[in-house]
């Protein structure tokens, strides 16, 4: 799956990108991370992109297997 946030390669450019695409959905990713909190600590913001995007990865293979 392809959601065109970063180049696909590990280099600064990459990070900058899920940092600006982090920043655009700011408003609604902080909601979620305030959620999931582990004894009062919150989760990097970096940690809550990777969730989101292995579970949006897991759920499209999902439905392919159905």
């Known amino acids: 799956m392809n959601c065109n946030v970063a180049t696909g390669t590990y280099s600064i450019k990459s990070v900058m990108e899920l940092a600006d695409f982090y920043e655009k959905h700011s408003e609604s990713l902080d909601l ?35």
């Open 32 to 66: 979620i991370r305030d959620k999931m909190k582990v004894y009062d600590l919150t989760y990097p913001q970096i940690k809550i992109l990777d969730m989101g995007f292995w579970q949006l990865d897991y759920d499209l293979n999902v439905r392919n297997e159905e």
